[in-house]
Each structure stands twice: as C-alpha cells, then as structure tokens.
C-alpha cells in the first residue's frame, strides 16, 4: 500500500492560515507572502573554470494583502511621510518610537493536516500602501514589509519525526524532517 495518498490528503490548505498583529488577530489580513533567503556569492577556484560557492547576506522580505477595512495603515505611513525632522528628534529624544515596530505572527492551522505551524516574526517594517480605489471593486492593499529575525515557535510534526514544538528544544540541537518515504506507514 503506497502512503503518497495519505501525504497528500495532509497538504495544508492556505485558507486555513491566520495574522496576529502585535498579539491581535488580523481578520482583513488576507494573506501574507515572504521569504528568508541567504545570499549565495559566487567565488571563482583558482586553476579550474569550477565555481564554489559562500553564504552571505541574509535577507527577509515579504507582503500582506489587506482587505480595507481602516485606515490603520495609512495613517501610520502618512504619519512618518509628513513628520518634520524637530518632531522626529523630539520624539526620540523622550524616548517614543517614530517609526514603530510590528510583530507578526503567522499561523497555518489545517485541520486536515498533522498540526499547526506558528512563525512569529520580530522588528516588522511596513514601507508602501497604495491610495485610491476603483468602482465597483472591492479595496484591496498590498504592503510590503521587511523583519529583523524570526522564530519557528511551533513546528508541523510527520509521523517517524523525531521532532515536536521547537521551541522546547535546548539550544543548540539540530532537528531534521526526514521523508516519511514510500513505505512509511503514517497515521491517516
């Protein structure tokens, strides 16, 4: 009996995905798409025509898509945009934000699937929205967004893992997922 069937009833599916917004659930937050990627340099080998290749730069970037529903959004970046340079060292010097912060929680929670998955994503930045509207069109708003860092505090587990909640291991271990493989026998 082959367990790709059983894999693929376990797909997880988006419409179960859901935004908290500093610790308040976002439910005009339609959906949210970003990526961690680390640069790859290229360094040339001496006496060869190979390539080997080095990390580098770690970015995180990404985008949310609002259904609007307020204007909380744009009054944060109208806010900064027309803020005068007294008013930002003013506003620094007692110690208030400028350019507040976010943190955003992810949170994919099919129940259909082997678990739930929570990234939590810290020092977020939203840097765009777009003004307007078209009749006879629902408002819809893409925001870009960039972060700092980021953690797995829960993780999806798949039968024959060795791996649970992530964020109750000890620093320092490494957790794999390995393959459930085609004659794995995982619970349905």
């Known amino acids: 009996m082959s367990a790709l069937p059983a894999l693929e009833e376990r797909e997880i599916d988006g419409n179960y995905g859901e935004i908290f917004h500093n ?35 770690i970015s995180r970037d990404g985008s949310i898509t609002l259904g609007k529903v307020d204007s909380r959004f744009e009054a944060l970046l109208i806010g900064y945009a027309n ?8 506003r620094r010097g007692q110690g208030e934000p400028v350019f507040p912060d976010a943190q955003l929680l ?47 505090v829960h993780a999806i587990p798949r039968p024959g893992n060795l791996q649970g909640d992530l964020a109750t291991l000890p620093t320092g271990d490494i957790t794999t997922f390995p393959a459930a493989g085609r004659d794995a026998n995982p619970v349905i």
Do not use: C
Request: proline share 4%; no cysteine; glycine share 10%.
């Open 106 to 152: 992810i949170k994919l929670d099919d129940p259909d699937s082997w678990g739930s998955e929570e990234i939590q994503l810290f020092n977020v930045k939203f840097w765009e929205i777009g003004l307007g509207f078209t009749p006879n069109d629902m408002v819809e708003r893409d925001v870009p967004v960039t972060w700092n860092n980021e953690q797995l």
């Open 23 to 57: 610790g308040h659930y976002q439910g005009d937050i339609r959906s949210f798409t970003g990526r961690l990627a680390i640069e790859r340099r290229e360094i040339p080998r001496a006496g060869t025509n190979g390539l080997v290749y080095r990390r580098g730069r």
């Open 83 to 90: 803020m005068s340079e007294d008013e930002k060292r003013r």
